[in-house]
């Protein structure tokens, strides 16, 4: 993204000099709707997201402008004054999450405007959500909050703003990027490790099928409701807690969608701790088996792929790819995909052509590079 475009439109509607912030989206390499079962995520920023620039305005209320959406709003920093445009409520909702920890949240201007493509499964959403805390963070708190607060009030943005029961992952991510380093969390106990990623010999690209179902009953919600009830069947806190006996133990008494569910996350737990010991020995081939299994646990128990991500998880397995599976929390967007080099000339255009072929439209493709987190640019 171009600072001087953001600098020209802020300047287009606002007076003084700014500051620059940017955060990025996320990759998750592994552990999918891991994250509010208290088990593992092994993600890594990137390098598309969000930059603002921002400059305390000596009022009582936030002029945003969305360069993206050629939209200028206003709103109060109190609790009744929740703006009525979407992407607004993601910065009215950090102001107000920021406040609640103790910041003396003030009124600011702000021109912001993002890469991250919409709805892929990259999290967009959290790449906003860091950007505004990390920027009301440097420009109002007298006693900083720390990273893992900022993270948590994007995440709590989400919650009572947006309304999705998010984990932690997407804010962790944005926050805590480190350049060319995927990120081990432990989402009970909050300790992670940076784990460098280079494979020898392979690539990580993203396929976004630039299919989004947009679904009515708040199925991410429902997911983590399903894994709440059999966790309390079980009697553990999460499931990260919970083994496959346990559920064999409870199948009686949990509805059989719950089982699958609850089925998919006990087994994802393993499968990030796999790939961490295959990375470390270097064994891209066991990293790519696990993701393809995550793949069609989420397709075919947790219920979270669709019919195009099935689709190209198929081409990737046709094609020869080391390992391939939807990303994020699903219902379209992108598959990651791991693939020797010798043979993403011929994945990329085959997953094109067929796709094509099928849906009318070709997939985009995006290499991943992998990059920092949350920061002020100037
Ligand atoms: C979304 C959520 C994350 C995580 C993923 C699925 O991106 O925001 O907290 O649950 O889905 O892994």
Redesign the pocket.
Known sequence: MDINLIKKAFADHFEGKCGVYASPGRI?LI??????NGGF?FPGAVDCGIMAAILPNGLDKVRAYSIDMDELVEFGLNEEDVPEQGWAKYIFGVCREMAKLGVEVKGFDCAFAGDVPLGA?M?SS?ALESTFAYAVNDMFADNKIDKFALAKVG?MT?HHYVG?N?????QFASVFGKKGNLMRLDCRSMEFEYFPFDPQGYKLLLVNSVVKHELVDSP?NKRRESCERVAKAIGVETLRDAEYEDLERVKDVVSEEDYKRAKYVIGEKQRVLDVCDALVKGDYETVGQRMYQTHWGMSKDYEVSCEELDYLATIAEECGVAGARIM???FGGCTINLVKEELYDNFVATAKEKFAAKYGHEPKIYDVVISDGARRLE
């Open positions: 998750n552990g999918e709707h891991t994250d509010y995520v499964g999290s959290a995440q989400e999705v998010c984990g932690i992952m997407d991410y994020g929390g699903g």
